[in-house]
Each structure stands twice: as structure tokens, then as C-alpha cells.
Nanobody
Framework: VQLQASGGGLVQAGGSLRLSCAAS????????MGWYRQAPGEVRELVAT???????KYADSVKDRFTISRDNAKKTVSLQMNSLKPEDTAVYYC?????????WGQGTQVTVSS
């Protein structure tokens, strides 16, 4: 499975960005997609995940600001990020989890200036 993420960039605090990720390669069934992020000197952390059936999970720090969605037919997952804060600055990674296997995208930088 290959994952290609896009949509990162530089934005001022309070602004919005939308990340997208497209999966290609092996066809999987019932897999979870999601976004993780890693700030400099920090461990990678979960941002949001979504199952094939549409069940979502969010980190407390992004609840009510970020929205994850997916298109199963297109094998894409998106992350709408609103009310961005400087502490959201990180490299964001797209993830597919299937049968305990993890596949990762290349990461896209999100920088929020104060």
C-alpha cells in the first residue's frame, strides 16, 4: 500500500488547512485510515482515525477543530483543520491500519505561525 499526502503549508493562527491522502496499491478490506503528527523532539501522536464504516476518533487536543473524512471508493482520507494553533505545528502523516499492519505516507509539514 502506498500513501500520498498533500495539503500542508504555512498558515496563521486561527486559519484553516485541509490535508488529503490517497492510497494505492494492494486492495484492502475493512481498514482504518488516519492522521498522526510529529513535532520536533516529540513522539508521533494520533490526531484522528476513521474506520471503513465511518466511526471516528480524535485526540482531545483537536476535537471540535479538526474533522476527518474518507471516500472508500476513491481510497482517500482527508483532514479538515480549522482554528489552527501554533501547537498544531508538526509533520502530519497519513496512516492505514489493516490487520495490525501499519502503512505510512511520506509526511506533510504543517506550520502555524502566531
Amino acid at each position: 500500500v502506498q500513501l500520498q499526502a498533500s495539503g500542508g503549508g504555512l498558515v496563521q493562527a486561527g486559519g484553516s488547512l485541509r490535508l488529503s491522502c490517497a492510497a494505492s496499491g494492494r486492495t484492502l478490506s475493512s481498514y482504518r485510515m488516519g492522521w498522526y503528527r510529529q513535532a520536533p523532539g516529540e513522539v508521533r501522536e494520533l490526531v484522528a482515525t476513521i474506520t471503513s464504516g465511518g466511526s471516528t476518533k480524535y485526540a482531545d487536543s483537536v476535537k471540535d477543530r479538526f474533522t476527518i473524512s474518507r471516500d472508500n471508493a476513491k481510497k482517500t482520507v482527508s483532514l479538515q483543520m480549522n482554528s489552527l494553533k501554533p501547537e498544531d505545528t508538526a509533520v502530519y502523516y497519513c496512516n492505514v491500519n489493516w490487520n495490525s499492519l501499519n502503512f505510512w505516507g511520506q509526511g506533510t509539514q504543517v506550520t502555524v505561525s502566531s
